[in-house]
């Protein structure tokens, strides 16, 4: 696989762990950035394996791409290697906690002081200032901060947290933005800049149209479980075999949508002829619904809704979903053989580019196998590295 072009220009320095500083860094690499993973050495790091195994899925998902360094940052010679690698680079991300940052002298003016192109990326919990702003962050917690929880679920049955870490993963890709817009800005101004976010700021805009709802109109947003929160019918039908979602979004689609199931008297129907009819008797149109979708196999009624251009799809498994033929096409799952595991696939990029697509090229690292490389590339000597070898900088 040739390796990417696009961000082939660029030196990051990855010093995050866990989900959200990862998943930035990840976008970057997956483009053609060099990305020096910095890890502490072996011991040093009180929680070390918090991701979890390092050939494990989610380890090789997240770092792949990369080159990895060990240095220990508790100690000042680590920490001037570290300004050493940040002269020659162009973007560092971290997600400490912002106290931690500071005490190991990651702050923006530090950084800028010595290259003042650098574009620093923090991620944290909550914010860089403010009243939480030392509060440790996890995915979880931001959903439930974030509102996402009471909106998600079925209605009475408590919060409910989504499958996914949306927090983490939407607190990295707004960072990765963020380090775009920073470096398109850097052209023309020759500077750089520090990008911050946060997995509760994420989280928050994630919930777009609802928390937008709560803003304008100051309408508290209730769990509607699969149904859609203002248009119906638009979620999850059961039928004969299964389930499958449906989106009906007009009165041309609702007309559609009786004609396909054998029912074109109901698009006419005065309790449901209109959407706004439809919403307010939303239990009954579903008790309507429900002996009419169990008549046929999922596959079926899919084949007729096709037919009928009324907005329907399977619920997947994940292991359905790597069988879809769409998404076969669309190669998401990528393959990459590693030394040790030998050949795995992993989620590629979601976005194309023509010219310049991102690629995955390189699985994860072994910790610290390019330590001399990048420190003989930033400088030093042979010499040097055995002297920070023998007093546990790397």
Request: proline share 7%; charged share 20%; net charge negative.
């Amino acid at each position: 696989m040739t390796k990417p072009s696009a961000l082939d220009h660029l030196r990051v320095l990855d010093l995050t762990r866990v989900r959200a500083g990862p998943t930035c860094c990840r976008v970057l690499a997956d483009f053609g950035a060099d990305v020096i993973k910095i890890e502490a050495p072996d011991g040093v790091d009180p929680n070390e394996g918090m991701s979890g195994p390092r050939l494990g899925y989610d380890m090789q998902n997240l770092h792949r791409n990369k080159r990895s360094i060990t240095l220990n940052l508790k100690e000042v010679q680590g920490r001037e290697v570290l300004y050493r690698l940040v002269e020659q680079a162009d973007v560092v991300v971290e997600n400490y906690r912002p106290d931690v940052k500071d005490r190991l002298g990651l702050a923006y003016e530090t950084l800028a002081a010595i290259n003042p192109r650098i574009i620093l990326a923090s991620v944290s919990g909550f914010g860089q200032d403010g009243p939480y702003r030392t509060r440790a962050g996890f995915d979880q917690i931001a959903q439930g901060m974030g509102g996402l929880m009471w909106i998600t679920g079925q209605p009475g049955q408590g919060p409910m947290r989504a499958g996914a870490a949306v927090a983490d993963s939407t607190a990295g890709l707004y960072a990765a933005v963020g380090i775009l817009v920073a470096l398109a800005e850097r052209e023309k101004s020759g500077r750089g800049q520090w990008v911050h976010t946060s997995l509760l700021q994420a989280q928050i805009a994630l919930c777009d149209f609802q928390a937008a709802r709560y803003l304008v109109d100051r309408a508290v947003p209730p769990q509607a479980g699969n149904d859609h929160p203002y248009s119906t019918p638009m979620g999850v039908l059961e039928t004969a075999d299964g389930f499958i979602n449906i989106g009906v979004g007009g009165e041309g689609q609702w007309i559609s949508f009786c004609q396909a199931i054998g029912h074109p008297e109901l698009a006419s129907h005065p309790d449901f002829a209109r959407q706004d009819q439809r919403f307010a008797n939303r239990p009954k149109l579903a008790a309507v619904l429900a002996p009419v979708m169990k008549t046929r196999p999922s596959a079926e009624w899919l084949d007729l809704f096709e037919v009928h251009s009324v907005p329907a799809g399977p619920i997947y498994r994940m292991d359905e979903v790597f069988a879809d033929p769409q998404v076969r096409h669309l190669g998401i799952a990528e393959k990459v053989t590693h030394p040790d595991t030998g050949e795995i696939e992993l989620i590629g990029q979601p976005v194309v580019l023509t010219r310049t697509p991102a690629a995955i090229v390189t699985p994860i690292p072994d910790k610290g196998v390019h330590t001399e490389e990048i420190l003989v590339t930033a400088g030093y000597s042979p010499n040097d590295i055995a002297r920070f070898r023998a007093d546990g900088v790397i």
